[in-house]
């Protein structure tokens, strides 16, 4: 692949918070022209989510904005106004994606559904993300991640099984789903638009696309009746198995065994050498026991170390990396999955870089999230041809501006 796959795509980006720019962010690291449109009194929240305390115009020096929003440009533009919503139709003939993660019906109220955009321009690929999609008896509702998560099932298989309390995972796990789910509709969209010469419209719903990532669950369901059941640490197949503490601060080691060797190369190991020769139901049955080994010598071990011991003889383990240990890990630095980006506001720090590798395009993060309307003036002059009094018209009539109206935290 001589270029980037999306490479001549242009992308008008109406997403907010994490799913759907996470879906423009790797769209804009494969190449495609994102354009960022906020308004300046209903801006992406994440800009002022978590902002840096003291400094001038924190909403452009937010690190989860600038992580979610790299390779993109920045124009504002108030929907809510007739005029605003004007110009962003002038902007769609130009475009070859529409993309947005607002409630169901937000668009069609602004009247900017997609038979407005395909009057505009009959090719239009438009994608939607609403939380529970743009049918049904749910559509009303508003999906964020961890919404998503117990609605779409996935907080039913978690949990320790010793209280039947469900958990959900320390992040909103279905937002960079969907956001992976958009990228490849998008994709299909614009190799069916190239074949047919077709525009089409994506009702692509959050809560099932995390659902599709339990999928055995339901089919133990269906087939046999049976509820999700929570193993914690432990597996119905393989024992024992679990996340051990080791040495040092939070630090921690997850071992499974799979065979009766496995667990006669880790009996010895940790102690247990009264113990080697159990199968995989005496294992089962004295699971506790083994554990309370395996605990005491894990306790006194580096885990860097400890794992490699284990995989040294065999057994599979591997230490539980938290965020600095990720951010050390020698193989992910030969690799080059860390890149620092410059930025104007701040001072520079390691994000990852694609994780799409391709062989002769080679994608790179480019360029720093945009600043606050940074590419207003410049993207409304070069698609549509707007000049200085252009600019002061829609200025004056707060369409367009260079911060947030009123910025708040949150």
């Known amino acids: 692949m001589k270029e980037l796959p999306f490479a001549g795509v242009r992308v008008l980006d109406l997403t907010m918070m994490w799913a759907g720019p996470f879906a423009t962010r790797l769209l804009g690291v494969m190449g495609a022209e994102v354009l960022k449109i906020e308004s300046p009194r209903a801006w992406d929240n994440i800009r002022t ?3 840096q305390e003291g400094i001038e115009a924190p909403w452009n020096s937010s690190f989860y904005f600038n992580y979610y929003n790299n390779d993109k440009k920045s124009v504002t533009l108030d929907l809510a106004q007739a005029r605003g919503r004007e110009v962003f139709l002038e902007l769609v003939p130009h475009c070859d994606v529409v993309i947005e993660n607002y409630r169901a019906d937000v668009l069609e ?3 900017l559904g997609y038979e407005v955009l395909k009057a505009a321009k009959d090719d239009i690929i438009a994608v939607s993300m609403a939380g529970f999609g743009k049918t049904g008896s749910e559509r009303a509702n508003v999906g964020f991640g961890p919404i998503i998560e117990q609605m779409a099932g996935m907080a039913s298989l978690t949990g320790y099984g010793d209280d039947g309390m469900p958990y959900k995972t320390g992040i909103s796990y279905g937002d960079p789903i969907a956001g992976v789910s958009a990228v490849g509709a998008v994709a299909l969209g614009l190799i069916r638009r190239r074949r047919t010469g077709h525009g089409c ?5 959050q809560r099932e696309t995390m659902a599709t990532q339990i999928g055995e669950a339901f089919v133990v369901a ?9 193993h914690g640490n432990r597996s119905p197949r393989f024992a024992p198995q679990g996340v051990y503490r080791t040495g040092g601060v939070e630090q921690w080691i997850a071992i499974s065994v799979r065979t009766d060797e496995e667990w006669d190369a880790l009996a010895l190991i940790v102690g247990a050498t009264q113990l080697d020769g159990l199968g995989l139901a005496e294992r089962q049955a004295l699971h506790d026991e083994i554990d309370g080994y395996i605990e005491r010598w894990a306790a006194e071990q580096d885990a860097q170390q400890a794992m490699e011991q284990l995989q040294a003889v065999g057994v599979p383990a591997g230490r539980v990396l938290d965020t600095q240990n990720i951010h050390d890990d020698p193989n ?6 860390w890149v620092r980006l ?13 994780a799409w590798r391709l062989s002769e395009a080679n994608p790179q993060l480019r360029r ?4 606050f309307g940074e590419h207003t003036r410049a993207v409304l002059s070069e698609l549509l041809g707007m000049t200085g009094a252009d600019f002061a018209e829609l200025a004056a009539l707060g ?3 260079d911060e947030p109206v009123n910025p708040g935290v949150g």
Do not use: C, K, T, Y
Not at 222 to 230: F, K, T, W
Not at 332 to 337: E, Q, S, Y
Not at 368 to 371: D, E, N, Q, S
């Open 342 to 354: 410059p930025h104007p506001r701040m001072e520079p720090w390691r994000q990852p870089a694609p």
């Open 399 to 401: 369409v367009i501006g």
């Open 201 to 205: 419209f994506i009702d692509l719903a």
């Open 368 to 371: 720093h999230a945009p600043l």
């Open 109 to 111: 109220n602004l009247g």
């Open 222 to 230: 269906s087939l046999r009746g049976e509820e999700p059941a929570h």
């Open 49 to 51: 989510l978590v902002p």
């Open 332 to 337: 992910l630095a030969a690799r080059g999955f």
